[in-house]
């Protein structure tokens, strides 16, 4: 049976075909549907877990016990399981374990675009990088295969143009999923300094078999072709290359860590030009070029952002590979207006919205986190001044109240609630315990909204479908130490603004939760708001709210009755009295 999947999809198929029993992710784009998908399979058990560290613990004692795993995250999350990782590569696995690295390359919805290649060379674990939705759910029984043959966890490397294309799947039956007897074993299990040592050597020993592997392994192939042009590529790159140069001699490599040395020297013998075509870092190129051939890469093929035909054809083109064209004819559409960029928004009713017009309104020192309401930051709105990575917002609040005495009383950290789970409480046991004096706000919208709405440990609900205990974020807080405790309706503009005034300047750590539902998951039924135009003077107050319904038309305020959902937001801050909340409408509904 044929399907058409992304690759997501497909790792999901691959998993569970391969006998994968039990899988641990935090969302994060482009990996969520992974689990998602995963989790509709009989037999199986998935979950999200709080954050990527404590998922791929949970798959390394899955491991242990004699399961096959499966842990899910992008990029950035495997930041945040590196310490387990590194030392997984020492203690090994029992039942196979693979980790899904879904790398971002031009940032569709990233802080970063690191290669993560760097990290399998880094933890010296085994990378596999499929191609296509075909090749990942392949490569997903041939991980698991490798990582009970050679004992060592397997990085499975996709790109989110990997993760979300869309090609045919050959559907296969499940293998029955059995347990790998559970041995007690101390010197393989027990990371204590003594053997510590001794699984390091075993490491070693176990890369080099895997570099012998490597170069014999089918995933790492030669396509022949013309032979004035060879071409050393992997990933998405690789039909970048074919749509690009589809005679060229390729050496497509589906293993790239270990890479392997002597199929790389082999094929350079055998074409005249050597030419290398990755995506970000000269990560492949570095090692051609250290085993002394002659590679051309990044002087023709752009180190950052999401490669594609175009770039590559550019870069073979400035190689002198491809003849420049004299002229090429203009499509039509060139020839009409350009449209205007529509950038991201809050949605119309976002309980965001009124957080971050009240910081900007009080014109406060405001230190971000990740999610929906990064997007706070941005004009018009401008109510946040940074954002570095999940749960940095109360650590840096805490360290600019520490270094700028000046700016106390005028900063405050926003986190969501996911995210506080994620990293944020030990950013606020910092600031307790070393009697800080930062303000958090906690937006909490009752779900992991902008990976798709994932459930977390305060939603009441498991990946699963289950019901589960909710975390009382105003009980967790307590329990750390902070006296100073309030939630506060969002919409409210009033009560929030308060609440913000009084706890900034307080003495002491405090804690305000902004505490209303995702709009998108319990969307509201008033009417929406109406306009006096007579009352209206054309001021323009109304946009700083950032909301997709208001605009402005003939110097007079305009509100989309599709659009609007009642929020009662605008109304509160339209000193004319010109936006009108339907009866019963406003904050609080």
């Not at 789970?421 to 600031?431: E, N």
Request: net charge neutral; aromatic share 6%; charged share 20%.
């Amino acid at each position: 049976m044929r399907e058409l999947m992304t690759g997501n999809e497909a790792i999901a198929r691959g998993a569970f075909e391969n006998g994968v029993t039990v899988a641990s992710g935090y969302p994060g784009t482009p990996s969520t549907e992974i689990l998602e998908n995963f989790c509709r399979y009989q037999g199986v058990y998935a979950e999200w877990a709080p954050n990527e560290k404590v998922a791929l613990e949970v798959g390394i004692g899955a491991s242990m016990a004699g399961a096959r795993a499966l842990v899910t995250m992008k990029h950035v999350g495997v930041n945040v399981a590196a310490d387990p990782l590194l030392t997984a590569a020492y203690t090994g696995v029992n039942g196979g374990l693979v980790i899904i690295s879904a790398d971002d390359p031009g940032m569709h919805s990233s802080q970063n675009e690191q290669d993560n290649r760097n990290y399998a060379r880094f933890a010296r674990i085994p990378m596999l990088e499929p191609s296509d939705s075909a090749e990942a759910r392949d490569m997903m029984g041939l991980a698991l295969e490798i990582s009970e043959e050679f004992d060592i966890p397997v990085m499975l490397r996709i790109t989110t143009r990997v993760a979300h294309s869309q090609s045919f799947v050959d559907l296969k039956e499940q293998v029955t999923p059995s347990l790998r007897e559970y041995k007690k074993d101390t010197r393989k299990w027990l990371m204590v300094p003594a053997f510590g040592r001794m699984r390091r050597a075993s490491l070693g020993e176990r890369m080099e078999r895997l570099s012998r592997y490597s170069g014999k392994t089918p995933v790492n192939f030669i396509l022949p072709g013309d032979k004035k042009v060879g071409v050393i590529t992997s990933g998405v790159s690789y039909q970048y290359l074919r749509d690009t140069l589809p005679g060229a001699s390729v050496l497509k490599l589906g293993m790239t860590y270990p890479l392997p040395a002597g199929l790389i020297r082999q094929f350079a013998a055998g074409v005249e030009k050597l030419f290398v075509v990755e995506e970000l870092e000269p990560y492949i190129e570095d090692f051609v070029r250290g085993l002394g051939l002659n590679a051309k890469g990044k002087e023709f093929f752009p180190e950052t952002g999401e490669l594609g035909a175009a770039p590559v054809r550019r870069g073979f083109i400035a190689a002198g590979v491809i003849p420049e064209e004299a002229s090429a004819p203009v499509p039509q559409y060139q020839d009409m207006p350009a449209v205007p960029v529509r950038p991201p928004v809050l949605c119309a009713g976002c309980p965001h919205r009124g957080v971050f017009y009240a910081l900007r309104k009080l014109k406060l020192v405001v230190t971000g986190d990740i999610g929906c309401y990064t997007l706070g930051g941005l004009a018009p709105l401008e109510g946040m001044d940074s954002c570095v990575c999940m749960g940095a917002s109360i650590g840096m609040s805490h360290g600019i109240d520490m270094a700028a005495p000046g700016l106390r009383g005028r900063t405050v950290a926003v986190i969501g609630d996911s995210t506080f789970l994620h990293s944020g409480i030990t950013g606020l046991i910092d600031v307790v315990y070393n009697g800080g004096n930062t303000t958090v706000l906690i937006l909490d919208n009752s779900t992991t909204a902008m990976t798709g709405h994932q459930d977390n440990p305060a939603t009441g609900k498991t990946l699963m479908g289950k019901d589960a205990p909710v975390i009382d974020l105003e009980g967790l807080v307590k329990s750390l130490g902070v006296v100073r405790v309030r939630t506060v309706d969002p919409l409210d503009l009033s009560q929030l603004e308060e609440a913000i005034k009084e706890e900034v300047t307080a003495s002491g750590p405090s804690v305000i939760i902004a505490r209303k539902p995702c709009v998108l998951l319990r969307r509201q039924t008033g009417s929406p708001v109406t306009v006096n135009e007579e009352a209206c003077t054309g001021c323009k107050t109304c946009l700083r709210l950032s909301c997709p319904a208001i605009s402005v038309n003939d110097k007079k305020c305009s509100v989309d009755p599709v659009s609007c959902i009642g929020c009662g937001l605008c109304p509160q801050v339209c000193k004319f009295g010109a936006l009108v909340a339907a009866k019963g409408g406003g904050a609080g509904a």
